[in-house]
């Protein structure tokens, strides 16, 4: 499968907790992005990379996420602390950028529940 | 600020039906619009329009961009049940930019 792949695709966990999701993008792609996305929403942007470059982060992302793509490949998003709140799925995708546009494709998606 | 509307947010259709799904958008450095469509898992890429005027087709799909007016429509024809999911329109502009949705149902 040469597609975006995440891991865990699911994950349950108690208030206060730690927890770390990992995205591997198509193998070829620079960029690299994070979304966390509720029910009946779109997709909300948190952060993306460029290589292993952090380019933008979203005033969404409070201190207590954390997200690293360490050599430019797979990426992982850490959360701190974690509060009911943050329950969502947490999407990755990944694009191939030059100049001008570009096109992500996701992942699976990792489903965070906070009991 | 920045932002993405979809409408309607739903709709529902009869099998057979033509359905024309809307976006319009106010972001910043736009350079391409998306459309995706998402079932119960990640949204899978459908089209990307960069230039006004052009009609992209896949199928019984297809779109196209205003960027006068700064919208974009999706349509489906002779829809099928298979074709109920949720339709994301999406904006790379600065950073990419979704709208909530529309959720399309077909039935039988």
């Known amino acids: 499968d040469t597609g975006v792949s995440q891991n865990p695709r699911h994950k349950i966990t108690k208030r206060g907790q730690n927890v770390t999701f990992r995205c591997d993008p198509i193998?070829?792609?620079?960029?690299l992005y994070w979304y966390r996305q509720t029910l009946g929403q779109g997709p909300e942007f948190l952060t993306y990379?460029?290589?292993?470059?952090?380019?933008?982060k979203s005033r969404l992302l409070s201190d207590r996420f954390s997200a690293e793509r360490p050599k430019g490949s797979f990426s992982t998003l850490e959360i701190q602390r974690t509060e009911q709140g943050d329950s969502a799925m947490y999407l990755c995708?990944?694009?191939?950028?030059?100049?001008?546009?570009?096109?992500?494709?996701f992942g699976p998606g990792t489903r965070l529940l906070v009991l | 600020e920045d932002k993405v509307v979809q409408s309607p947010l739903s709709l529902v259709v009869h099998e057979g039906d033509t359905v024309t799904l809307n976006c319009s958008y106010e972001?910043?450095?736009?350079?391409?619009l998306l459309w995706y469509k998402q079932e119960k898992k990640a949204p899978t890429f459908l089209f990307m329009l960069?230039?006004?005027?052009i009609e992209k087709k896949s199928g019984r799909l297809s779109s196209i961009l205003d960027k006068k007016e700064l919208f974009s429509i999706l349509n489906i024809t002779a829809t099928q049940t298979g074709d109920s999911a949720v339709y994301l329109c999406?904006?790379?502009?600065?950073?990419?930019?979704f709208g909530t949705g529309t959720s399309l149902t077909v039935i039988p």
């Open positions: 990379f460029q290589n292993e470059a952090q380019l933008e």
């Open positions: 995708a990944s694009s191939f950028w030059t100049s001008g546009s570009e096109t992500q494709y």
């Open positions: 999406a904006v790379d502009g600065n950073q990419f930019y």
């Open positions: 972001v910043t450095n736009f350079r391409s």
């Open positions: 193998s070829e792609h620079n960029r």
């Open positions: 960069t230039s006004s005027g």
